[in-house]
C-alpha cells in the first residue's frame, strides 16, 4: 500500500512539475501549435440523414478513415485531444500538452470534441480507445502516461526532434 501511494505521489509531482515547466518553457521557446481545421463542411442535417441509412454508415466510416489518415499525412506531430492545448479539457490531454509544450517543437491538434465522427472513428482506426492519441509522422506513439515517460527519458525530445527538423 506504501509503494502504491509513494507510486501515486511521484506521479502527481511529476505531471505538476511537467505543466509548471511547460508553461515556462513555451513562453521562452514559442513552440508552435497549430489546429487542425475541420474537413467536414457538412451541416448536422445531412450527417443525420446519412446515419440512419445503413449503406451510408458504410461510406461514413471509410470518409472518416480517410479524413484521419490525411490529417496524419499532412502533420508530422498530431495530438488527438479533448480541448485545446491552451484549454485541455481533461487532466490527461493537458499533461500531453504540457510534455509537448516543454519539448518545444511545432506541433498540431484536433480537439475530438469538435468532431464527434473523428473521436469515434479515431477510436477503430488506431485500435486505442482513450484520448489523447499522439501521432509522429503518421504512427501511433500512444496517450498521456506514455508521452509524458518518454519526455521523462529524454525519448520525447529526441523523436520530436527528428521529426520537426527533418
Same mark, same amino acid.
Given at each position: 500500500?506504501?509503494?502504491?501511494?509513494?507510486?501515486?505521489?511521484?506521479?502527481?509531482?511529476?505531471?505538476?512539475?511537467?505543466?509548471?515547466? /511547460?508553461?515556462?518553457?513555451?513562453?521562452?521557446?514559442?513552440?508552435?501549435?497549430?489546429?487542425? =481545421?475541420?474537413?467536414?463542411?457538412?451541416?448536422? &442535417?445531412?450527417?443525420? +440523414?446519412?446515419?440512419?441509412?445503413?449503406?451510408?454508415?458504410?461510406?461514413?466510416?471509410?470518409?472518416?478513415?480517410?479524413?484521419? +489518415? =490525411? !490529417?496524419?499525412? /499532412?502533420?508530422?506531430?498530431l495530438l488527438?485531444? &479533448?480541448?485545446?492545448?491552451?484549454?485541455? !479539457?481533461?487532466?490527461? /490531454?493537458? !499533461?500531453?500538452?504540457?510534455?509537448?509544450?516543454?519539448?518545444?517543437?511545432?506541433?498540431?491538434?484536433?480537439?475530438?470534441? =469538435?468532431?464527434? =465522427?473523428?473521436?469515434?472513428?479515431? &477510436?477503430?482506426?488506431?485500435?486505442?480507445?482513450?484520448?489523447?492519441?499522439?501521432?509522429?509522422?503518421? +504512427?501511433?506513439?500512444?496517450?498521456?502516461?506514455?508521452?509524458?515517460?518518454?519526455?521523462?527519458?529524454?525519448?520525447?525530445?529526441?523523436?520530436?526532434? !527528428?521529426?520537426?527538423?527533418a
Amino acid at each position: 500500500m506504501r509503494g502504491l501511494i509513494s507510486s501515486l505521489i511521484h506521479s502527481l509531482i511529476t505531471g505538476l512539475l511537467i505543466l509548471f515547466l /511547460s508553461g515556462c518553457t513555451a513562453m521562452l521557446v514559442g513552440a508552435d501549435v497549430q489546429p487542425v =481545421e475541420r474537413q467536414d463542411q457538412s451541416d448536422e &442535417k445531412d450527417r443525420t +440523414e446519412r446515419k440512419r441509412n445503413d449503406r451510408h454508415n458504410r461510406h461514413t466510416v471509410m470518409d472518416v478513415n480517410t479524413r484521419i +489518415e =490525411e !490529417q496524419l499525412k /499532412s502533420h508530422d506531430v498530431l495530438l488527438y485531444m &479533448k480541448g485545446t492545448p491552451d484549454f485541455p !479539457q481533461c487532466g490527461f /490531454s493537458g !499533461q500531453a500538452v504540457a510534455a509537448l509544450n516543454a519539448v518545444g517543437k511545432s506541433y498540431s491538434y484536433v480537439n475530438i470534441f =469538435e468532431d464527434p =465522427e473523428i473521436r469515434e472513428g479515431l &477510436k477503430v482506426y488506431s485500435n486505442w480507445p482513450t484520448f489523447p492519441q499522439l501521432y509522429v509522422r503518421g +504512427e501511433l506513439i500512444g496517450g498521456s502516461d506514455i508521452v509524458v515517460e518518454m519526455y521523462n527519458s529524454g525519448e520525447l525530445q529526441t523523436l520530436l526532434g !527528428q521529426a520537426v527538423d527533418a
